[in-house]
């Protein structure tokens, strides 16, 4: 099982920026697919990015052109930068990793809150 540590959730106003960080407990290379999720109260647990072994991302709607993924194979590390926050942003984000067996493991999650 693979351990997932978040960082870098806060409290920030609405246009500002957040970076989110997950750091993995071993090399990240071979992952199938390395992604963040959200959580909202209320709502349903909903992919916002992926980014696959290959190099494929893929984004919600709704951050497409604001969020970006990327990962750092020397750090062992998969990012997301979001920008142009809104209110709607407001949720526990979590990371995600599927190896390429696909097995699952996950994050505990980082709350990131924004205000308008």
């Known amino acids: 099982q693979v351990q997932l540590v978040e960082s870098g959730g806060g409290l920030v106003q609405a246009g500002g920026s957040l970076r989110l960080s997950c750091a993995a407990s071993?090399?990240?290379?071979?992952?199938?697919?390395m992604g963040w999720h959200r959580q909202a109260p209320g709502k349903q647990r909903e992919l916002v990015a992926a980014?696959?072994?290959?190099?494929?991302?893929n984004y919600v709607d709704s951050v497409k052109g604001r969020f970006t993924i990327s990962r750092d194979y020397a750090k062992n590390t998969v990012d997301l930068q979001m920008d142009s926050l809104k209110p709607e942003d407001t949720a526990v984000y979590y990371c995600?990793?599927?190896?390429?067996?696909?097995?699952?493991?996950w994050g505990k999650g980082t709350l990131v809150t924004v205000t308008s």
């Open positions: 995600r990793i599927t190896t390429t067996n696909g097995v699952d493991s």
């Open positions: 980014i696959t072994s290959g190099g494929s991302v």
């Open positions: 071993r090399t990240i290379f071979s992952f199938r697919t």
